[in-house]
């Protein structure tokens, strides 16, 4: 459905990627008494979120906000009688409140539709209320689309007895006038959208800004409009076209939070439709279809499913927990009866997977969800009033204390449900298990689950072809490089293997090889809208069970006879699976049938024939179906000399939709049986596309004959090959799923998260649908054509190449006659040798090797052409000088520990010499690098000789400190001091190379001086998140944003994001996050280490998300605010003023300066064996570095000076004058390539057509509201101590509406004291009441935060030596470890200082700590999460997956009743007893005592300060009873860090010797 | 790649060849390849480079990352299998190669250089001694007939990739002996030339047809161009019997030296010297008398050829052996300073190794003939110290001396093919008197004369074995092509 308020789809914009996150919150009376109060309280909450939301670029411009309310019955009754309708009793009638077009025939039209449905259902209209809106206040765009708003008041008919009877037929009246409004295809029909009709609830929303919810609506003004609960949101979107319609809340619910898999959703959706049955609804249930319109938002959707679930009979809170069901499916504690009702509702519908708290209310119960990785807050209280308060943050409505009696958060995947009508809150535990025991589903699930390892076979071997393997091979484009680079490895370590360096080679549409369809099509990740996941230390909320065959009816409640159904662990079948399944009837006594697609057919009828195969091929299943096959295997078996296969994605792709259009898919299976899959890649694709299972069955004979011929070498067998291979890929699914933050390859499958590249509109639409494809390409035919020539190669006796072996490849290493690469053997001498001699001439030489694709395509860009011939040339002279230009160059972030000292202070210095910057990368920065250089120095002399294996020279003035500090997931060395260092300040969201994934540093390339920055131990592993923990979706990333800010107010602040479709509205969404600049990377980004599927399959190229980012930008009149920089393979002037042109302020080079410093694309960089001391950290290699500041200057320059040259060509006199002139490339003409023709670029050029003021660059600045710090008084009353170090002690109120507190105090710290800070306790700060998020962010020694009341999320985020404590108020009565004080995410990448707690935690507590030590008296799920140093004493129950990923640092656990090993994640640590001194004396060496000291003597120390800093009970309990308590405690003791410590002492002890 | 680390852990280890004293007693090779043990070593050198510049410094390209890797495997049957899918005559390049590759080694830049030359040695000896080297004749024939007129390397490995595409080939070669200038250019203790008859076998086994001592073409060639043809065939016969033509006859015109005395006995081009001494290796009778025997022998010219002179010069017992070359002294550097590219550098062969006084910057004047019985033979030689600046030389003043001199051996490279050949055909020339024929895109390696295509030295001039090669490989692909529409030979 379009939406009004939005541009049409044009260029590459398309307002589907439109993403939002928000601020959620909702009030509710227990016993469902009703007042006005409730209301007002409400919009309380509402304005006290602001914060959370975003204007666009007109600051009263919102993105929406409203509140659901239940029926003022008395109002609305009064309201009525003045015109004269006496309103039904409550409960016997609806109300629809309905937004109508402007146009009054239109309205009319509309009004029209209304009543004949209303009619149509044997209902009673019993009028029309005008509703009252004062329109003063809102923004000019807001008020040209707003609609007339209306409520229609509709009475139960005969026949409907019961309110749930009439609110069905609401629902029916509401969708068929909603359809039949659609159908008259009004252009003003679009404006036409109903909030809200029932009989219980009502909504009041709009474009409007959270405290304008209450001007606007006068209704909610009015003291009559009483309720019992208001549910409200305030809406953050990455765009700044919102409409009216697309605010929360909807009917059921309002959502903070995204749902990944909402294509497959809706997709599932619309697949059961012919399957679909409801006792319930009857035949009504033919009247809501489509239930989903392609284009709504992904809440919208779901809010659309959820009321199906509940129309047709199910409780909200039940529907709900099949949508969002809880990771059950390695939950190894939970209870059984709960773990089958979840497994038995698996069947029937995916997971709507996904970041997402959703509050949700019928009217009579009201509550809230959280998603099974917990990654949205929602913090509640109860009252002594019986007043229920939840939202995003604690402190949105403040209550004295002593009401307060309960204040807890929602956990993962848990409920919480206030009855209205029972009058009281039933917790997740009551509700589930009361839900879980009202069917005995576990039963149920006995008798119709088949597992299908269970499933007894005669282990028949499958029937192999009597085609040679190795023609087969070919027949499937196999490569040496597949065998060597992907399959050995997977088939030897059991995981995919890892590569280095960025992709240079083209894409497929462009390559002069013949590739697989699987090439033309990327993965899409997430970013800043939703975070990835990890699936490795967070691997029990993810699961590969799949089922196969038929899905039960979604709307079959009580289901007498529901279909068995088939589970496989996991997606790749090995052959004896396979041979149960496509058997499968023998095995099961009928109850399951298989039947065969065979997807080859002649190779005879050429290419043509792909088509009418494939339409024949969907009409087989069709009947296949029909006829009551429950699994469908596709099938390229057959193929042999004469048969030619269809690419079994292709031929997948289109089965799976026909069926879905059919409605028919959920009655089938879809297994694919094919030789074409062997990498993940390839199966997250056949996933994607549809697949329930795969079988590789060619890649699992290449396995088996490389074992028989020894190739794995000894003792690796053909089985165990195999399963390490099943493994890998399953493995490797889990990080392609979770990139994209999927848990679960139920909701993955045929979810398309892919984006194609190289394929024509016609093709995608037809056969995988709803996939984007921006630039046209080939179409079916082609994807034929190109899979008979392989075929043909392949079976050509002829041909001496391939009589023996297989095509050599060339895709990973560089091979004379593989495929192209741009950084050839001859392109990287000639820029080597331009860069040392300094040869303007020998550049040229290389810049053609590069800029000239008429021969050899290989990006989009060397396809385009300048249009000189609508030029009027300039002279060189006038253009702007190069020393100006290569001010916008920057260098990649390229960690110290991805590239060694020498490297990345070189690059440093060159950049800082030419006024440009270089990246710290992540991984902090060493504090010798910051002062200015002395003449005379070296960076030997700087850093010292331990630290450089090779001397560079420096000049008096040098600088080799790197202006742009990275923040990215890892946090290491991120101090109040290293931001404080920065001239810009960037967020890694994604990096090219790898997008959405996290990386490791292992133990062996953690060296001291490593170590040192990042504030480590030596040898100690490091890893970095997939997500940053503290930006879950786009609200997030705005507060970090403010975070950073206010840590560095001089800095900018920038933010990293990877190419993919949907990159231009994140985009967006950031400038409107206040970000200062935003850099868009090419898919084809270098990296350190990375596997090889991400590297080659992972985002797009740049020229696609950086003109998308442009035009975007530029639509939302958000570019003149935000400068935009490109970066991803740039190696070329032309390469600038093509990124110029397509929207670049600014450039970012990588591989090419470290060319000039001496890289020659090893690809080794992950081995540490760079023989050019480039990428290593081995001094012995780095003292073979050659590099100089002056290499990378002069290439630099070269660059400049081409560039200028086109400028001059092209008329350009000022760079900022070609920003976004994409009108002046054209398609390169006369583009002879069979696959290249296809290709249409003319979404890449497009324009925007906004008027001329509207900015086309950067050249505006962000407002980031700091004057509004609460810090500035600190900073103010701190004066005595920040100049003469004098003692100062501050108190002041706080509320969560002061946010980010202490940091800019800090930053006065740092850039006074650097990381020494002050004495401690220089500056003590009293606080009261609820601080809002960030409480002592990068908090600087010295400081003290003191805070009476409790904390939001973030509290003590890299914390830099300071000490925050926090106890509740005196007044609360509430027992400290049975209440939350501080939300999540907590003292997230912390460096060192000290945190008390004296309450609960919420989840990921003290995730990434590298130093601080914190007591806290309970916590929620995944605390202690990936760190590397520190203490951490919980004195209370923790949540589960503790000390995931934990490799360093200690964490001592009270665990009273012996449960808390079954919540830790132990594949890490160890878990031991703490000792007495003396028994520790005895048992452990002393050199693995943490910091030295004796375990007991630490714990009694973390904990006397505790009491002293928090007054903590629980603290002196323990402390007065030490000798009980002591054993109660469990050490969790990571195995690296005693690794760690073992080798350090072993090697001081070696030094001493 | 084999050992991630081998780099760091192993030396590069020089194939070891008999005592210098030793061998130039006798005409055998010398240099004796590595043992599966060394070979594995070195072949763990290699660092499987991303963008090994070796593959692309190999003018046949070789895909040397992957055999270093399979030697480092002991896998050698796969390894040669690899050699050969790039490289037709590894036996050759294995031995007389100066390995371009190695200079464009990625170890080059600051450590020595894998030993790729050394391990393609290896496999290539291993391969025949376990008889994996076997015809492979094609599949199925074409009917279609190519000659190959010219048996060098270049003419070999075409006939041999044309023969393996199923077409009827016939080599032509004006000699009494298949081979070009590596059966009688390039002595025996470089290069035995019973290498060259296995692969005729071999070649003969995959249906290549032969024939000897007939030159195309009625016209002789010049002074210093071997040729001891027995029989003419007409160029027109040629194209009327054949679909095709590759003239691969190599540049074997010799650059003279016209300087006063020239005309003296004693003076000789090198080409009139080294395949006498071929020939007698070979066993063959009545082979003339040229030797350097008790003679002060003096090289002109500091290339190959020269070092070969050299070689045979010591070995037949020279009083003395001087080399001039024109140019300036090379640097002998260490590292390779144009890395990738191949370096001007000094470079001793084992010729020298043997005992040869080296000069350079050196300009012949004159030969001085003798007196008496002497008298028309060269007894001496004048010659002129040079200096040169900006690529522009100078005579020192006053540095002009003589020096005795038997034998003068001219080795001062090739200026062109024998222009006879290529104008029985009426083949269009290049500026530099080589067949003009392109070496990329339609119709490379055509000639100007339709159905004519030319490859090898006879195209490009002069130039090294490997050039030859992956000319013959290219030009018949090209050929293939011509005939078929379209051709599976790898380039």
Redesign the interface.
């Known amino acids: 459905m379009d939406q009004p308020g939005l541009p049409s789809v044009q260029g590459l914009y398309d307002p589907q990627y439109e993403h939002d996150a928000c601020g959620v919150g909702f009030v509710a009376h227990i016993k469902g008494k009703k007042s006005h109060a409730i209301v007002e309280q409400g919009l309380t909450i509402l304005k006290n979120l602001t914060h959370r939301g975003a204007v666009g670029w007109d600051p009263k411009l919102s993105d929406g906000a409203g509140c659901l309310i239940q029926i003022p019955d008395k109002f609305l009754r009064e309201e009525m009688a003045k015109r004269g309708v006496k309103l039904p009793p409550p409960g016997q009638y609806g109300v629809g409140i309905v937004f109508l077009p402007r146009d009054p025939a239109s309205r009319l039209a509309c009004e029209y539709e209304i009543e004949r449905a209303i009619k149509d259902e044997n209902q009673v209209l019993l009028g029309w209320r005008d509703v009252p809106v004062d329109n003063s206040d809102l923004a000019e765009p807001a008020k040209n689309i707003e609609p007339v708003i209306r409520q229609v008041f509709i009475g139960r008919g005969r026949g409907v007895t019961v309110t749930d009877a009439l609110e069905r037929k609401l629902y029916i009246i509401r969708k068929s006038a909603g359809h039949a409004i659609q159908a008259l295809k009004l252009a003003h029909g679009k404006e036409f959208y109903v909030p809200s009709m029932s009989a219980r609830t009502l909504i009041y929303k709009g474009m409007l800004l959270a405290h304008q919810v209450g001007e606007y609506y006068l209704d909610l003004k009015d003291p009559r409009v009483e309720s019992a609960l208001c549910l409200v949101h305030q809406r953050f979107s990455t765009n700044t076209f919102p409409s009216w319609d697309l605010a929360h809340p909807f009917r059921l619910i309002c959502h903070n939070g995204e749902i990944n898999t909402v294509r497959g959703n809706v997709n599932w959706i619309r697949a059961r439709q012919g399957a679909i049955s409801s006792p319930i609804l009857g035949k009504d249930l033919e009247k809501i279809w489509p239930l989903i319109y392609d284009g709504q938002s992904d809440s919208a959707s779901f809010d659309n499913a959820l009321e199906l679930l509940v129309m047709g009979g199910y409780s909200v809170a039940h529907a709900m927990m099949m949508m969002i069901p809880e990771a059950w499916e390695n939950h190894s504690l939970m209870d059984p009866a709960r773990r089958a009702f979840y497994e038995y509702h698996a069947a029937m519908m995916e997971p709507w997977d996904g970041p997402a708290s959703i509050a949700f209310t019928d009217g009579r119960q009201i509550g809230a969800t959280l998603d099974r990785n917990g990654l949205r807050p929602s913090r509640y209280i109860v009252t002594s009033d019986d007043l229920v308060i939840m939202g995003s943050e604690c402190g949105c409505l403040p209550v004295p204390e002593e009401k307060i009696v309960k204040k807890w958060r929602l956990q993962p995947g848990k409920m919480f449900l206030v009855d209205l009508e029972k009058g009281r809150i039933i917790d997740d535990k009551e509700l589930k298990d009361t839900l879980a025991s009202t069917r005995p589903y576990a039963e149920w699930i006995e008798r119709i689950r088949v597992k299908l390892d269970e499933v007894e076979s005669d282990k028949q071997q499958p029937a192999r072809s009597s085609v040679m393997l190795l023609d087969r091979q070919q027949a499937f484009a196999y490569t040496q490089e597949d065998l060597k680079f992907l399959m050995m490895p997977m088939a030897l370590n059991g995981e995919e293997p890892v590569g280095s360096m960025g992709n240079d080679s083209p894409l497929a549409v462009l390559s002069n090889k013949d590739k697989t369809l699987y090439h033309y099509f990327k993965q899409l990740f997430a970013q800043v809208t939703n975070p990835p996941i990890d699936p490795i230390r967070e691997e029990l909320v993810t699961s590969l069970v799949s089922f196969i065959g038929p899905k039960p009816n979604l709307l079959g409640i009580d289901e007498m006879n529901p279909p068995l159904r088939l589970e496989v662990s996991q997606p790749v079948l090995d052959f004896y699976e396979m041979e149960k399944v496509r058997h499968i009837e023998r095995y099961t006594q009928g109850k399951f049938a298989a039947s065969e697609l065979d997807i080859t057919y002649p190779l005879a009828w050429g290419r043509q024939a792909v088509e009418a195969r494939l339409a024949s091929l969907a009409a087989q299943a069709e009947d296949a179906v029909r006829s009551g096959t429950s699994i469908i295997i596709i099938s390229d078996r057959k193929v042999d000399k004469d048969r030619v296969a269809i690419p079994a994605l292709l031929a997948l792709s289109a089965i799976h939709q026909h069926l879905v259009n059919k409605g028919l898919r959920t009655s089938t299976g879809l297994v694919v049986e094919t030789a074409s899959a062997r990498e993940v890649h390839h199966f997250a694709l056949l996933g994607g596309y549809g697949a329930e299972a795969v079988h590789p069955y060619l890649a699992l004979e290449t396995l088996l004959d490389l074992a028989a011929r020894g190739q794995l070498g000894a003792g690796v067998d053909g089985k165990m090959a195999i399963k390490s291979f099943v493994k890998a890929i399953g493995k490797g699914l889990k990080k392609v799923m979770s990139k994209m933050g999927i848990s679960t390859y139920m909701s993955y499958t045929g979810a398309q998260i892919f984006e194609a590249v190289g394929l024509s509109r016609a093709l995608v639409d037809r056969y995988f649908t709803g996939t984007a494809s921006n630039i046209g390409g080939i179409g079916v035919f082609e994807v034929a054509e190109e899979a008979i020539r392989i075929h043909r190669a392949a079976f050509d006796e002829a041909n001496p190449v391939l009589k023996a072996a297989l095509d050599a490849g060339g895709e990973y290493a560089w091979r004379v006659r593989g495929e192209e690469h741009m950084w050839t053997p001859d392109a990287i001498a000639k820029l080597q040798q331009s860069a040392r001699s300094n040869t303007y001439a020998t550049y040229k030489e290389f810049a053609q090797i590069i800029n000239d694709q008429s021969s050899r395509h290989m990006t989009f860009r060397g396809l385009f052409e300048f249009r000189f011939d609508q030029c009027r040339p300039v002279p060189l002279e006038e253009v702007e000088p190069a020393a100006e230009i290569v001010k916008r160059f920057s260098t990649g972030a390229m960690s110290l520990g991805s590239i060694s000292t020498e490297a990345h202070t070189t690059l440093a210095v060159a950049m800082n010499r030419i006024g440009g910057k270089s990246n710290t990368g992540e991984g902090g920065e060493d504090r010798r690098r910051y002062a200015p250089v002395k003449a005379g120095e070296t960076l030997l002399s700087r850093l010292g000789a331990a630290r450089v294996a090779h001397d560079v020279e420096l000049r008096e003035g040098d600088s080799l400190k790197s202006k742009i500090k990275q923040v990215a997931s890892g946090r290491f060395g991120v101090t109040a001091e290293y931001l404080a260092s920065a001239e810009q300040i960037q967020i890694k969201m994604a990096q090219g190379a790898k997008p959405g994934e996290g990386g490791q540093l292992p133990g062996r390339k953690v060296s001291e001086y490593i170590a040192e920055i990042r504030y480590a131990t030596p040898g100690v592993e490091l890893i970095s998140p997939p997500p940053h923990h503290d930006i879950y979706s786009i609200e997030d990333l705005a507060q970090l944003i403010h975070d950073l800010k206010n840590a560095n107010p001089q800095a900018s602040i920038s933010v990293k994001l990877v190419s993919e479709v949907g990159v231009g509205t994140v985009a967006a969404g950031v400038s409107k996050a206040k970000s200062d600049h935003v850099t868009i990377s090419g898919h084809d980004g270098g990296t350190g280490a990375s596997p090889w599927s991400s590297i080659k399959h992972a985002g797009t190229p740049w020229e696609l998300g950086l003109a998308e980012t442009q035009q975007t930008l530029v639509l939302n009149r958000l570019r003149g605010r935000i400068a935009v920089q490109v970066d991803g393979q740039m190696k070329t002037g032309r390469d600038v003023v093509i990124g110029a042109m397509l929207g670049a302020d600014e450039f970012g080079f990588a591989t090419a300066p470290l060319v000039t410093a001496g890289c020659i694309m090893m690809r080794k960089c992950h081995l540490n064996t760079c023989p050019v001391g480039v990428a290593t950290q081995d001094p012995v290699l780095r003292k073979k570095f050659t590099g100089k500041p002056e290499y990378v200057i002069n290439y630099l320059f070269f660059v400049a000076e081409e560039a200028r040259e086109l400028m001059a060509r092209l008329g350009i006199r000022q760079l900022n004058d070609l920003i976004g002139r994409a009108d002046l490339l054209d398609m390169r003409k006369g583009i002879g390539h069979w696959k290249a023709k296809g290709l249409d670029f003319s979404k890449i050029f497009h324009q925007p057509q906004m008027p001329a003021e509207v900015a086309r660059y950067h050249r505006e600045q962000q407002d980031h509201g700091l004057e509004k710090a609460l810090d500035h008084r600190l900073v103010e009353l701190a004066r005595p101590a920040l100049e003469r170090g004098e003692k100062v002690t501050i108190e002041m109120p706080i509320r969560n509406i002061n946010r980010t507190v202490g940091t800019l105090l800090s930053h006065e710290i740092a850039k006074r004291y650097g990381h020494d800070g002050l004495p401690d306790d220089t500056i003590h700060v009293r606080f009261a009441g609820s601080a809002g998020q960030s409480l002592g962010a990068f908090l600087a020694k010295g400081v003290t935060l003191d805070l009476i009341g409790d904390t939001n999320d973030y509290c003590g985020k890299g914390l830099s030596g300071g000490r925050i404590s926090v106890q509740p108020s005196p007044k609360f009565k509430g027992e400290p470890t049975q209440n939350i004080i501080t939300g999540n995410v907590v003292l997230y990448g912390a460096i060192c200082g000290e945190a008390y707690f004296r309450g609960v935690a919420g989840e990921r507590f003290a995730v990434r700590n590298s130093g601080a030590q914190a007591v806290v008296e309970g916590v929620g799920d995944h605390a202690c999460e990936y760190m590397t140093g520190g203490t951490v004493a919980v004195l209370g129950m923790t949540g589960r997956n503790f000390a995931a990923g934990m490799s360093g640092g200690l964490a001592y656990v009270l665990d009273e009743d012996g449960s808390f090993p079954g919540r830790c994640n132990t594949a890490m640590v160890a878990l031991e007893a703490v000792l007495s001194e003396a028994e520790q004396e005895a048992r452990l060496a002393r050199e693995l005592w943490h910091m030295g000291l004796a375990d007991e003597v630490l714990v009694k120390r973390l904990i006397e300060s505790h009491a002293l800093h928090t007054g903590s009970m629980r603290a002196r309990q323990i402390l007065e009873k030490w000798a009980d308590f002591r054993t109660k405690f469990v050490k969790v003791f990571p195995h690296e860090y005693r690794r760690a410590l073992g080798e350090l002492a072993a090697k001081s002890r070696k030094i001493a010797a | 790649m084999g050992k991630?680390?081998g780099?760091?852990e192993f030396e590069r280890l020089q194939e070891a060849s008999e005592d210098k004293r030793e061998r130039i007693k006798h005409y055998r090779e010398f240099i004796a390849r590595l043992n599966d043990k060394q070979a594995a070593i070195q072949g763990a050198r290699c660092?499987?480079?991303?963008?090994?510049?070796c593959?692309?410094?190999c003018p046949v390209?070789n895909?040397i990352?992957?055999w270093n890797d399979l030697v480092y495997k002991q896998n050698w049957k796969a390894a040669i299998?690899?050699l050969h899918?790039t490289n037709n005559f590894p036996e050759f390049t294995g031995r007389i190669c100066p390995a371009p590759c190695e200079e464009?080694c990625?170890?080059r830049?600051?450590?020595d250089a894998v030993g790729i030359k050394s391990i393609e040695h290896a496999i290539i000896d291993k391969a025949w001694e376990e008889g994996w080297v076997q015809p492979r004749p094609?599949?199925?024939k074409t009917g279609k007939k190519v000659a190959v007129v010219g048996s060098g390397p270049a003419g070999l490995a075409c006939a041999q990739q044309l023969a393996?595409?199923?077409h009827e080939v016939v080599v032509f070669e004006k000699n009494d002996r298949i081979g070009g200038l590596l059966r009688y250019g390039i002595p025996d203790f470089k290069m035995e030339k019973s290498h060259i008859d296995r692969r005729m076998e071999q070649m003969a086994a995959e249906g290549i047809s032969f024939r000897t001592g007939v030159r195309v073409g009625n016209q002789r060639p010049g002074k210093g161009v071997p040729d001891w043809a027995t029989g003419t065939l007409a160029p027109g016969k040629l194209l009327a019997e054949f679909g095709a033509v590759v003239l691969a006859g190599g540049a074997e015109q010799p650059r003279d030296l016209p300087v006063p005395g020239r005309e003296l006995d004693g003076v000789h081009f090198a080409m009139e010297f080294l395949p006498l001494q071929n020939k007698r290796v070979a066993g063959d009778a009545g082979v003339p008398d040229l030797w350097a025997t008790d003679k002060h022998v003096v090289v002109i010219g500091g290339g190959d050829t020269g070092s070969d002179c050299v070689g045979t010069a010591n070995r037949h017992g020279a009083k003395s052996v001087t080399q001039f070359e024109l140019l300036p002294m090379p640097p002998d550097v260490e590292r390779n300073p144009?890395?990738?590219?191949w370096p001007t550098r000094l470079r001793t062969s084992s010729s020298h190794e043997e005992g040869a006084r080296r000069d350079w910057s050196i300009a012949t004047k004159a030969f001085v003939g003798g007196e008496g019985n002497m008298s028309g033979k060269v007894t001496a030689l004048k010659a002129v110290r040079l200096e040169w600046k900006d690529g522009k030389m100078g005579e020192v003043p006053g540095s002009e001396f003589t020096l005795p001199a038997d034998l003068v051996l001219l080795a001062m490279g090739f200026v062109s093919p024998v222009p006879s050949v290529l104008e029985a055909f009426s083949v269009e020339k290049d500026a530099r008197g080589n067949a003009k024929a392109a070496t990329d895109g339609q119709g490379c390696y055509a000639t100007s004369v339709p159905k004519i295509f030319a490859a090898g030295d006879m195209r490009r001039g002069q130039s090294l074995v490997v050039w030859a090669i992956r000319e013959g490989r290219q030009c018949a692909r090209a050929v293939d092509e011509f005939l078929m529409g379209s051709s599976?030979?790898?380039?």
């Open positions: 991630v680390t780099f760091l660092m499987d480079c991303g963008t090994p510049f593959m692309s410094g390209n895909i990352p992957d299998e690899t899918s464009a990625v170890l830049i600051n450590e094609a599949a199925r393996r595409a199923g144009v890395w990738p590219y599976e030979l790898p380039r």
